[in-house]
């Protein structure tokens, strides 16, 4: 049951709880007042019973008591109204701080039961205690490495595997030792040799090169930070689950095939570390839509949902592709040349989010937030389809608009063969 409650402040609430009411359960135990339930006090004998009877000597005849019950004041009203008009406050006062008559002592099967009940609330308060100690030392550091090592670091960024004395790595390469579960070991590369290019031999007799205009890309060295879960404009996520219930639909009655292909629902927590690790902050509607379908996979020879051409790609993917992109191209020649980021082939601050297969990606501008498409030969455009696209909610209505009334978007036009959805450019 703890392992189901993931909130420290919950769990350490629910202990105090706990320990409250042993508290109390003690308290109302040793303070049971007698002749309650289980007391030993006497019955008082009720006006006319038989033994008063039998005391007064009336027989069967009932008498009235000396003196009316009403209207008589005992002792204890006396002395009240003795120091004045009665009040609430300082009755409850006299009732707490007034001197009890000693009680009998609790016998042995009552001590009994308080004790075994105390010693089971203090285990319950340890093992909570225990278990968030546990946790903070062993499940949360490692789950943060985990998260925080599972890509490969972009140039210039240290990680936990460094290549040994003659590596050398190609830029854009990933390290064989990322294969697998993607966790990579302390220390130093269990490769010996990676990949050796041209570029990396420096020729003596060659003139030095000519100072170049370009600067390192600052977008793809970001400053680590702490993962943090943004929340969500709850219309937004209403906004964006009605367009994808609707290609939804329509892929279930024409092209149930692709249907298959659409990924399970992204984690939170795997969102934020993607963006504290690419120094980007993902569009609402981006990270709404991933919270739906984490991107498409293959099944079978079933090429993946996408728009226009493109397939989705799930978080892991997006910053994979970031990362690649950035080890290629990781240079800014717009900050020393006066060139616009958006007209280069690639900068720091795109978010890739969709791929053709063939070296070509739908990027989303995470500063101006509208869809653009960088291609292999080393351009950027911004009007995919012919068109401008000002938001990734955009993109993911007018695909649902084309879908339904058979329309399209851009020069793409959606097409189903064989139970597939498929896109066709279609020119004026």
């Not at 609430?88 to 009552?110: H, I, K, Y």
């Not at 308080?114 to 062993?138: H, M, N």
């Not at 007018?398 to 498929?422: F, I, N, R």
């Amino acid at each position: 049951m703890l392992r189901l409650i993931t909130s420290r402040r919950v769990r350490l609430a629910l202990a105090a709880g706990l320990l409250a009411a042993v508290v109390v359960l003690v308290v109302r135990l040793w303070r049971r007042p007698e002749g309650g339930p289980g007391g030993d006090s006497p019955k008082k004998a009720s006006i006319g019973s038989p033994a008063e009877k039998t005391a007064s000597g009336a027989g069967h005849a009932r008498r009235r008591p000396p003196a009316p019950l009403l209207g008589v004041p005992t002792e204890e009203d006396l002395r009240r109204y003795a120091t004045g008009p009665p009040s609430a406050f300082r009755s409850a006062f006299e009732r707490t701080f007034a001197p009890r008559q000693p009680r009998e002592p609790l016998d042995g099967a009552v001590k009994g039961r308080l004790v075994r009940w105390g010693a089971v609330g203090i285990g319950l308060c340890l093992l909570a205690f225990g278990t968030q100690v546990l946790e903070k030392a062993v499940f949360s550091e490692g789950t943060r490495a985990a998260e925080g090592t599972a890509l490969w670091s972009p140039p210039g960024v240290k990680d936990g595997c460094e290549p040994r004395a003659g590596q050398v790595l190609e830029p854009g390469m990933r390290h064989p030792a990322e294969e697998g579960p993607m966790i990579r070991p302390t220390g130093p590369c269990p490769v010996d040799v990676v990949a050796v290019t041209d570029s990396d031999v420096a020729d003596p007799t060659s003139p030095p090169d000519e100072p170049s205009a370009a600067v390192p890309d600052a977008d793809c060295r970001p400053q680590a930070r702490v993962p943090r879960v943004r929340v969500i404009d709850p219309r937004m996520t209403r906004a964006v689950n009605r367009q994808w219930r609707r290609i939804e639909r329509w892929l279930a009655a024409n092209a149930p095939e692709s249907l298959r292909t659409l990924g399970r629902p992204a984690r939170a927590r795997t969102i934020a570390v993607a963006e504290a690790q690419m120094g980007l902050r993902f569009p609402d509607d981006l990270r709404a839509s991933l919270l739906r379908h984490d991107g498409a996979r293959v099944v079978g020879d079933i090429w993946p949902f996408g728009f226009i051409g493109n397939r989705n790609q799930g978080v892991r993917e997006i910053r994979d592709t970031w990362r690649r992109f950035c080890g290629m191209d990781g240079e800014d020649i717009g900050a020393e040349a006066g060139v616009d980021a958006r007209a280069e082939r690639w900068d720091g601050r795109m978010i890739p989010f969709g791929a053709n297969g063939g070296g070509d990606h739908l990027v989303i501008d995470s500063v101006a937030r509208d869809v653009g498409r960088t291609d292999h030969e080393g351009r950027m455009s911004f009007t995919p389809g012919g068109i401008r696209i000002r938001s990734y909610y955009g993109l993911l209505k007018a695909t649902a608009d084309a879908l339904e009334t058979g329309g399209s978007v851009g020069y793409w036009k959606p097409k189903v063969t064989g139970g597939e959805l498929a896109w066709d450019v279609v020119r004026s």
